[in-house]
């Protein structure tokens, strides 16, 4: 894989990082990997559960004609509801607009925000996996589910993140042009 994987051990977020990069003038399709998120969040600044073993990263995508983050974020779960599907076999249902479930459960949430560096906007879509994560709050038991606890193996981060980052940018390419 030709573009950039930054990981990090651990991160508040790989959306924040993933921000301070772009404003540091890096490469569209640099990858921001964390092995843990202590502030990882969704949709209204909803926190997601990050710990180690799950699959957090944002990537900060080159400029394009597509405006509705929308269409981003729904490409974005297509693409990793077909990664899960094709190595799994996982039945995933995308809720939208930014959720995958599978068996009902929540295993996927996906973030895109735009980002305006001087003339430019970005865009960084965040996603978090549960992959290997076999334990959940109490909270979250009811409704969040891993990779791992549906298929009952476990699941190789960084050759799933490759396959998800080469899927969507073949799309994202394919629709922009």
Partial sequence: MSDLI?????LPSTSLKAKE?????????????SLEQTQGHG????????????LYFSIILPQAN???????TVLAAFVVAKIIKENFDLEAMIKLPND??????K????????????????????????????????NLNPI???VLIEAGRKVD???ILEKIVNELKSYFIEINN
């Fill in 66 to 72: 597509i405006k509705d983050l929308q269409i981003i």
């Fill in 157 to 159: 981060n960084k050759s």
């Fill in 100 to 105: 995958i479930l599978v068996n009902n459960k």
């Fill in 6 to 10: 930054i990981e990090y051990d651990s």
């Fill in 107 to 138: 295993f996927c949430g996906i973030l895109t925000e735009n980002i305006i560096s001087g003339d430019k906007i970005f865009s960084i879509i965040g996603v978090g996996v549960n992959t290997n994560i076999m334990d959940f709050p109490e």
């Fill in 144 to 146: 969040a589910t891993s």
């Fill in 43 to 54: 949709k209204s600044g909803v926190g997601w559960f990050s710990p180690r073993g799950g």
């Fill in 21 to 33: 990069l772009v404003m540091e003038k890096c490469d569209p399709w640099t990858v921001v990997f």
